[in-house]
């Protein structure tokens, strides 16, 4: 057998048929098709058992327990653009009253917290309050407690929808029920941040506490 045979002999044997090259490119098709179909359908084994929701997503979750006073646990959740949502955490006193929370007042102090309206980018009639400012006042059927903003800032908005429904307190107090709505200045911010607590030192605080 010549040089020439040998080179032909050879090169059949390596030279891939149109057959092998289609296989070839419906596999690659199929790998495409499986590495797309994981991104856009995870393993259901590898989802959390509820999905996070909107707070989770757009909020930083900061928390006040004792704030002022033993068992007057508040929360602040914190907006990437500045705001500040307060209401009352999940330990705070006035749920473990029989009946839990039956009324809330915004007339604390010398004005109406609920009759002032915020207006323009500017917030013209914004009220400016000190961390311990009372906001309002929720009521149990045995005692009522002061519910105070926790930051300092501009008083936005409060939740009215708390003085006909008040139970939304008692059943979403973290979404629905929040308190009201605070612009903190960033200076202000930073330092009322250091007096809070996250989320997973809270819950051990808390832990602490019923172990106690």
């Known amino acids: ?10 090169n059949s044997e390596t030279e891939e048929t149109p057959e092998q090259a289609q296989q070839e490119r419906e596999k690659e098709m199929q790998d495409d098709e499986e ?45 990437a653009n500045g705001l500040c949502v307060i209401g009352l955490a999940p330990t705070h006193v006035a749920f473990k009253d029989e009946g839990g929370i039956t009324a809330v007042d915004f007339n604390v102090g010398k004005s109406d917290r609920s009759g002032f309206k915020v207006t323009g980018k500017r917030k013209k009639n914004a009220q400016h309050f000190e961390s311990n400012t009372a906001v309002c006042k929720v009521c149990t059927n045995n005692d009522s407690y002061i519910v105070r903003c926790c930051v300092k800032g501009s008083l936005l908005e409060v939740n009215n929808r708390l003085i006909k429904q008040p139970g939304l307190l008692n059943s979403s107090a973290d979404r629905e029920g929040y308190i009201a709505i605070i612009m903190p200045k960033p200076a202000d911010w930073l330092k009322i941040k250091s007096s809070l607590l996250g989320l997973e030192d809270y819950k051990r605080k808390r832990e602490e506490c019923y172990i106690i």
């Open 1 to 10: 057998m010549n040089d020439h045979s040998v080179y032909q002999t050879n």
């Open 35 to 79: 590495e797309l179909h994981k991104l856009l359908l995870p393993n259901v084994h590898d989802l959390p058992l509820t999905p996070p929701s909107a707070i989770d997503f757009n909020f930083v979750a900061y928390f006040a327990p004792d704030f002022l006073k033993p068992g007057h646990d508040q929360y602040v959740y914190r907006h």
